[in-house]
């Protein structure tokens, strides 16, 4: 079979590997269908997340067919379509007992394509079938699950939950880029009264817009704490969510909560940044963080399934399996490309379109 295989910062190729095969009872072989990348797939790529060892598989986003299931495997069975999440969960420790199957310690976790092979080929083995796949119903297509693999229930667990984003909330989104989009889009759950989006790229607040922020602002171009006072009659925001990863948005954020808001941090942060409680501390403010845990899943399935959600807008490229490293040379450049997310098929499940052409446009 083939996968997309990471050789060090930098360098990966899509090829030949060893066949999948079952390595525990609990374990599955899913086909992959369709499979998308991630903006960590491109922190892998800059060395930036040394746990990942060279010769692993990258990819945790996936929606595939079951092949193959180990004695132990009792709630899914070949043939059944599942969505193959970026998180897995044993299903017997502490924390996914607890309902944070992120932080799991059974072996479960975020391990696809960062301590296991991962999703981006044609086969995978995936851990913990039974409590880590989700069945994909019969009438949806592949498209419309594929995202729920991780930026939906990253944005509304660690985002639009942890925020506790009420009816007529003011929601503050720092940065536009798929996750501030999935936060918009499941901020709109709660019908807060007005989302202000905030980020760099005029191109990603036009997406904003589309995915429904009220108000945009450039905060390259104009004083956001400014703008954002003026439009709350110089309280602040009840809800501001960080979807960027550098200090100044998450400094940004604290500037423009209210007295007794909340901050909501989802990006990844590599350095550190300033907590002004000199400022903050006579304000009630509470400032959460948090790793995915993908328990909403369900819950965001069945919003799909019942037609309130429809993260298709989503997709902005799509490519053939095997032409994975042109999908990242394309995801990679997204200031030009202006990709989201781009949506890789399998050869067996590409509409009749050529593939030449997808490759070269974006939809
Ligand atoms: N907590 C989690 O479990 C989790 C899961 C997935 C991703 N993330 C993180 O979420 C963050 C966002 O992910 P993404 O895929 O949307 O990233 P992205 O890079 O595609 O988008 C980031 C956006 O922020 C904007 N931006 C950059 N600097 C800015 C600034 N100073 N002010 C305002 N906007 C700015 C960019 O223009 C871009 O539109 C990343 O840090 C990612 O690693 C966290
Ligand atoms: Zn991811
Ligand atoms: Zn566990």
């Known amino acids: 079979m083939k996968g997309l295989v990471y050789h060090g910062p930098g360098r990966r190729t899509w090829e030949t590997v060893p066949d999948r095969r079952l390595e525990q009872p609990t374990d599955a072989i899913v086909r992959i269908d369709t499979a998308t990348i991630c903006g960590t797939d491109l922190h892998i790529l800059k060395g930036d997340v040394p746990e990942v060892k060279p010769g692993t598989i990258l990819g945790h986003e996936a929606v595939g067919t079951v092949v193959e299931v180990g004695a132990a495997v009792t709630t899914v069975a070949p043939g059944d379509r599942v969505l193959v999440s970026c998180i897995t969960s044993c299903g017997r420790c502490r924390f996914c007992n607890e309902g ?35 069945k994909v119903p019969d009438e949806l297509s592949d498209e ?38 999935a936060t918009i889009m499941t901020a709109r759950l709660y019908t807060p009264a007005r989302i202000i989006a905030i980020d760099l790229a005029d191109a990603r607040l036009e997406r904003a817009r589309e995915f429904g922020a009220d108000v945009v602002i450039n905060n390259g171009a104009e004083d956001a704490e400014a703008r954002v006072m003026e439009l709350t009659n110089g309280i602040g925001v009840d809800v501001a ?35 002004h409680l000199e400022k903050l501390w006579i304000r009630d403010v509470t400032i959460t963080t948090g790793l995915v845990d993908a328990v909403t899943t369900p819950m965001l399935l069945r919003l799909i399934e ?27 450049n997204a200031a030009e490309t202006q990709a989201l997310k781009v949506v890789l098929s399998a050869a067996a499940v590409v509409p009749a379109v050529p593939r030449t052409a997808e490759v070269a446009g974006a939809v």
């Open 100 to 134: 944070h199957p992120g932080l799991c310690t059974g072996g479960g976790g975020w391990i696809f394509g960062h301590l296991i092979d991962g999703l981006q080929a044609e086969f995978a083995r995936v851990p913990f079938a039974d409590t880590s796949v989700y």
């Open 144 to 181: 419309q699950v594929l995202f729920l693999a991780d930026i939906l229930p990253t944005a509304f667990q660690v985002g639009v939950l942890n925020g506790g984003v009420q009816p007529g909330d003011t929601v503050a989104i720092v940065g536009a880029g798929p996750i501030g989009l």
């Open 241 to 275: 969510v960080e979807a960027v990863g550098v200090p100044a948005t998450f400094e940004l954020c604290a500037d423009l909560i209210r007295p007794g808001g909340r901050v909501a941090n989802v990006g990844v942060h590599g350095h550190a940044a300033t907590l």
């Open 306 to 332: 019942g037609g309130r959600l429809d993260p298709t807008p989503f997709a902005t490229h799509r490519f053939g399996l095997e032409d994975t490293e042109a999908a990242y040379d394309v995801f990679a």
